[in-house]
């Protein structure tokens, strides 16, 4: 597996399946995997470069061991230092888009969601700060008055106006519910703009479940010109669940929540020896224009789609 997001979230859903079922074996796995990056060496660039401190930050919290803190204290070095917009919010690109950085939806998960938990483990109010801050920038940037946030911040001709994409919105869905979970516990009140634009996306994903299937379709809001996709509804019903699970979230909630798993379920099937199947993932999808986003092949056993799955049917089984 490479040192990447497409990788370190399926590594990320396995530590929080082991986490949940006590399966050391899921734990030792994420290890090696990062002490094999750790052996041949690994570069943290941009965003995507980031969320292998998903794995890292608990393994240290188990171990104690020093080579995963250093990948926590590298990816943090790399937030401090990485290109801001003009607004504050961390350009995507990293030092692949120096001139003119832009925010896309993804680091929200990729960067904020990690420095926020390693915030909570250290107990570091400013980490969390920082991850709940950059949450608030997107959404004061990147919120249209739907509810729904743009791929890409400055908006810019390599976007079509009112076409938000389902699996980006479901990265924020799970990044600001991450974030609301960590205020929660920790007996703080969140920042007032990041739970009422928590709220807002959470209203309009709800609106837009497809009612026969469950499913949300890739571009969001345009319902029966696109297909269907699972990464974005496992997205969508982990962030809805932990709302549920800690008070952010009606409990009514949860019947949107139980179709979009009976969604995700019926995408998985079993090949010849039995093993699951987990189809209907979309291709990665950089920023782009509403026929790109519809043109983005669908595949089989994505290991980001995969993750998103293992994350929902975890979460879900708390509710």
């Known amino acids: 597996l490479a040192w990447d997001w497409v990788d370190a979230i399926l590594v990320h859903a396995l530590m929080e399946l082991s986490r949940v079922t006590g399966d050391a074996a899921l734990r030792a796995y994420a ?20 969320p292998p401190m998903l794995a890292a930050t608990p ?15 590298d990816v943090l070095g790399y937030f401090v230092s990485a290109p801001r917009t003009a607004d504050g919010g961390i350009g995507h690109l990293g030092r692949f888009g120096r001139v003119s950085p832009r925010q896309w939806l993804d680091s929200l998960m990729m960067v904020a969601v990690p420095i926020a938990r390693w915030g909570e483990l250290a107990n570091d109010p400013a980490w969390i700060g920082a991850g709940t801050e950059q949450a608030e920038i997107f959404a004061e940037t990147m919120q249209d008055d739907s509810g729904w946030l743009v791929h890409a ?33 920790r007996g703080e009140d969140p920042p007032a703009a990041l739970v009422d634009a928590t709220t807002r996306l959470s209203d309009a994903v709800i609106a ?23 990464s974005a509804t496992a ?25 979009a798993m009976d969604g995700v379920i019926a995408n998985v099937s ?14 990665p ?11 983005v092949a669908v595949e089989d056993d994505l290991p980001y789609g995969l993750g998103a799955v293992i994350l929902a049917l975890t979460e879900v089984s708390g509710l």
């Open 235 to 259: 997205l969508f019903a982990y962030g809805l669940a932990r709302g549920v699970r800690y008070g952010w979230r009606d409990a009514t909630v949860r019947d949107a929540v139980r179709a």
């Open 59 to 73: 393994l240290f919290a188990e171990r104690g061991e020093l080579r995963h803190l250093r990948i926590v204290e």
């Open 153 to 185: 911040y400055p908006f810019d001709d390599d976007q079509s106006p009112d076409t938000f994409w389902a699996r980006g919105n479901g990265w924020v869905v799970l990044a600001t519910h991450e974030l609301l979970r960590i205020h929660r516990v």
């Open 208 to 230: 837009a479940q497809d009612p026969t299937t469950g499913l949300f379709w890739t571009v969001v809001n345009r319902p029966g010109d696109t297909y269907l996709e699972t």
């Open 270 to 283: 079993y090949d010849g020896d039995g093993r699951p199947v987990v189809g209907g993932i979309s291709g």
């Open 31 to 50: 290890a090696a995997w990062l002490d094999h990056h750790i052996g041949v060496g690994y570069d943290i660039a941009w965003s995507d470069h980031c």
């Open 285 to 295: 999808t950089s920023v782009g224009t509403y026929d790109y986003y519809a043109s």
